[in-house]
């Protein structure tokens, strides 16, 4: 924990003598809580004050980030500065076949940006595959163009796929913008994806045609491995 994390947010009885701790908590401004646990275990209890809607808190560690929070009276809200939330990052490491990226999608966000940077690939010219939920029984529907030579290819990944092609890897540096619809609500997950690489750029479009609810995707080559680059998941604000 940070020198200012705290563990208990007082609620001081009249004529109580305050320790240097205590006048030390209530000075530091908003509680700064380590994770959302130990927020949520500072509220309440004997000497705590009570949640009530608009209290403040710092959390140091939420999803791989810090964030400030605000308490509206049913739940805690994300208190942001534009409408692109950091949810997650993840390092791929060396020669890996694939990247599952875990509970990123959520009721919180409708809307998602996934950027997988500065990749490379074992095999040049290999499908970019991924899988919502690590489901390849899912039904996905591709279609796209790509370029090869300065020449725009149209393919069609048909119907019926396991899994969604969203991009055509690179021996060189290849990287991914994926935007995905409704992941996490039950019903048809649709996606966008436009890629480059030393070789190859282009886009796919699809869907995910499976009505289930997700939290994680998968990220592969579909014969290749990955070595290096970064993957950040991203949520729109819905307001």
């Known amino acids: 924990m940070g020198a200012n994390a705290v563990t208990t947010v007082y609620d001081f009885t009249a004529g109580q003598v305050l320790t240097a701790a ?37 959390i140091e560690n939420i999803a791989g ?8 009276g049913a739940a805690w809200q994300t208190l942001v500065q534009g409408g692109l939330v950091l949810i997650s990052s993840t390092t791929i490491g060396s020669a890996v076949s694939t990247v599952t990226v875990s509970n990123c999608f959520s009721t919180t966000y409708n809307n998602y940006l996934i950027i997988a ?12 595959r991924a899988t919502i939920n690590g489901t390849t029984g ?14 725009a290819v149209t393919g069609n990944g048909g119907s019926n796929q396991a899994s ?21 609500a039950t019903a048809a997950t649709q996606y966008q994806s436009r890629y480059g690489g030393q070789f190859y ?30 993957i950040r998941v991203y949520g729109y604000q819905n307001s």
């Open 201 to 230: 750029g282009g886009f796919q479009n699809g869907a995910d045609t499976n009505a289930a609810s997700s939290t994680n995707f998968t990220l592969k080559g579909a014969t290749s491995t990955m070595t290096g680059g970064t």
């Open 138 to 151: 899912n039904t996905y529907q591709n279609w796209g163009v790509f370029t090869t030579g300065g020449l």
């Open 117 to 128: 940077s500065a990749i490379t690939f074992s095999i040049n010219a290999d499908e970019i």
């Open 164 to 184: 969604a092609v969203v991009g055509i890897s690179s021996t060189g540096l290849t990287s991914l913008v994926i935007e995905m619809q409704n992941p996490f």
């Open 22 to 58: 205590q006048m030390d908590n209530v000075n530091c401004g908003i509680p700064v809580f380590a994770t959302t646990t130990t927020r949520d275990a500072a509220f309440g209890g004997t000497g705590e004050k009570t949640l009530a809607e608009g209290q403040m808190a710092y």
């Open 65 to 72: 980030s810090s964030a400030v929070q605000y308490y509206d």
